[in-house]
């Protein structure tokens, strides 16, 4: 396996939530999932139910302040993947994750295609202005529940895709090419149930590339792996970018 990789001079690499998790940031379908210790919460995650209920938006914001992105740091698993690109080896970072961890470790954000957006902004749903979240913090600290858009008064919401949200074209079109540029898929911490983003496994498999997986608990992807890993991806990663 350490040869897979070694002699890979082209990764495309998908990350999910496993990656920062040691950050600090719980995952949603681990033991210690979001979703798994509370079900409810998976109502926050749905476009439908966030339109039509103040409470769940309610809830939502105080999600985004429980589960502080903007102040976690990045983690060794992270880095080795700035490495990997500066190994001049890096095709493509697709992730799952929302929360920049990936840009803010050093990665090139052109290099970096963010399937499901990043709570790093706002939009309105009405008038599809955009915002910092930054600009949304400190309303939401001095007690705003439910920040409206400052221009149109329509509802806000991170810049993230919800279940029923379509993802962006662009940012798919990306990670295909760069799954097309490569000549090995790395899937690390994702459990590789979510769609379009496990399909990418089915790209590289198609064109007869060596998919690597790093993930702590199994996949449907597992059997067709090259390499599985189940070992800690902040200790295992770093490992894998810097074989002799
Ligand atoms: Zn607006």
């Known amino acids: 396996m350490t040869d897979t990789l070694r002699d890979a001079d082209r990764i495309a690499v998908l990350t999910g939530a496993g990656i920062s998790t040691a950050s600090g ?7 210690e999932g979001v ?5 409810a919460a998976e109502a926050m995650f749905d476009i439908e139910e966030y339109v039509a209920s103040r409470e769940v938006r309610v809830a939502t914001w105080k999600h985004r302040l429980a589960v502080p992105a903007w102040r976690v740091e990045p983690n060794p698993g992270h880095v080795a993947l700035v490495e990997l690109e500066r190994q001049g080896r890096l095709a493509g970072l697709i992730t799952q994750n929302v929360d920049g961890l990936h840009q803010k470790a050093g990665s090139s954000p052109e290099l970096v295609h963010e399937l499901h957006g990043t709570v790093w902004y706002v939009d309105c749903l009405q008038c599809e202005r955009r915002v910092p979240m930054a600009d949304v913090l400190p309303r939401l600290e001095s007690g705003e529940e439910d920040p409206a858009c400052e221009v149109c008064g329509g509802i806000l919401k991170s810049a993230t895709v919800s279940f029923g949200q379509s993802l962006d074209r662009a ?42 997986i790093l993930n702590a608990q199994p996949t449907p992807y597992d059997e067709h792996a090259t390499t599985v890993l189940h070992t800690p991806i902040e200790t295992t990663l770093p490992e894998l970018v810097t074989l002799p």
């Open 25 to 31: 940031i719980p995952d949603f379908r681990g033991p």
């Open 35 to 39: 979703w798994t210790k509370n079900p």
């Open 171 to 212: 940012v798919l079109d990306r990670a295909v090419a760069a799954t097309e540029a490569a000549d090995l898929f790395l899937a690390v911490g994702t459990s590789l149930q979510v769609y379009p983003a496990a399909g990418l496994c089915d790209l590289a498999l198609n064109s007869g590339k060596p998919l690597v």
